[in-house]
Structure formats: C-alpha cells, structure tokens
C-alpha cells in the first residue's frame, strides 16, 4: 500500500483488504467484529466492502474457508447484534448522545442526515438505512433515543440486517465466481478500496457546498421526529 493510500485510508482501517490481512487466520473473525462495530459505534469502518471481500474470498477458498451460509448466518447475526446493542445504548444514555460538540469523527451533520431519514422513511428507516454508511449507525442509536418500541424495532432490524449482511455476502462469493473477475482479483480488490473511501469523500463535500438541514438542529426538532415515530407504531 502506497504512502497516500495509508494517510487517505487512515493507515488501512478503511481498507477492506488490510483488514483481512491484519486479522490473519482469524480474517473471517476480524470481519465479523468489525461489522459489529461499524452497526453502532465507529461509522468509517468499511461494512459494504468488507462483507463483499468476506464472500469474494469464500469463493476462492482460500484466506476464509467458513461455509458460505455458516458465514452468512453469522455476519447477520452480529450486524442484528449491533443494532440491538445500538438501541440499549441510546435508551440509556438518551438524548445527550446527539448533542456533543465536533469531533474528528463526530459531526451533527451526521445527526441532521440521520433525523431526516428517520423522518422521511419512518420505521422502515431501520431498514433501508442498512445501505446508506454513517447513516445506518446513527440511526439505531436514534431509535433508542426514541424508545422505538423494542419488539417492532428488533423486528426492523432483523429484516434489515439479514437482506445487508447476507445479500452484500452473496453478492462477493457470486462475482468472485466469474471468471473475468476471479483472473482479475487485485483490480477488484482496488475497486473496493475505492468503494470505501469514495462514500466518505462524498459526504465531506456535500458537507462543505451545502448548510446543515437546519429542521433538526434543535433536540425539541429531534425529539418531533422520534415522538411522531413512536406515535406510528401504537
């Protein structure tokens, strides 16, 4: 890895790639912790890609050699984990959460993008936001905050997480298949790289060109949000 991939890849934990590499002969392991990290508590961490590169190398059995739907059974499990840990940790520590000043890895634009999601898809927002990094993090920690209530979130969570982390799985041991594809691995391999790092770049610049979605800067706004959630599901 040259020395611009280590800085623009915060010395490989962005990488899917070096991740596996790190863990070694618990790569599969190191994939499974990671997910459930990345689900609730460390956004930049790569959950597609990595999911993806779990079932890519399932396929050529070599680095994993997990069975593809013991794998699968797995990562969901622990992607269904994290959210449920994710939720405990928003109902306990409640709105104060959300209201922390600017870090390096902590931004309210996050928070603004989370409550307008939440806003506009409603419950079905635990699902979709499986999709969509940074958000998919935040958003379990939102539903907490609004004491969603725990049997419909769970069962959000669960159709959610088992659509992400199995269906993105298949996807990588289904392409690793293709033979144009497998003759060319480390191609693909830069192409996750890049699928890494390009969802963050995104963000940083929309951060920048556009102002804060100001609807949900307040916690009363925040606090609407979540209220008109909870008021859904009586």
Request: proline content about 5%.
């Amino acid at each position: 890895m040259t020395d611009l991939q280590q800085v623009l890849l915060l010395g490989g934990w962005l990488d899917p790639q070096t991740l596996i590499e790190k863990f070694g002969p618990y790569a599969f392991w190191g994939a499974v912790l990671v997910i459930f990290i990345e689900c609730w508590l460390f956004p930049f961490l790569p959950g597609d890609s990595l999911l993806f590169l779990v079932g890519l190398l399932i396929s050529q059995q070599e680095t994993i050699t997990v069975p593809l739907w013991l794998a699968c059974v797995i990562l969901t499990v622990s992607a269904i984990g994290s959210n449920i840990v994710g939720y405990g940790v928003g109902a306990k520590v409640g709105p104060a959460i959300f209201n922390r000043p600017d870090s390096r890895f902590f931004k309210q634009e996050h928070v603004d993008k989370t409550f307008a999601f939440f806003d506009k898809y409603g419950n079905r927002a635990i699902v979709l936001a499986r999709f969509v990094p940074i958000v998919r993090t935040f958003i379990t920690l939102a539903a907490g905050v609004g004491r969603m209530p725990f049997r419909r979130f769970l069962a959000y969570s669960a159709i959610g997480g088992s659509i992400w982390a199995t269906g993105v799985t298949l996807l990588g041991y289904w392409l690793g298949q293709v033979n144009v594809l497998a003759d060319h691995i480390d191609v693909l391999l830069l192409g996750l790289v890049a699928l890494s790092v390009i969802p963050i770049a995104v963000e940083a610049l929309r951060a920048r060109s556009t102002k804060r979605d100001e609807r949900y800067d307040e916690p009363h706004e925040r606090g609407q949000v979540l209220d008109k959630d909870v008021a859904d599901t009586d």
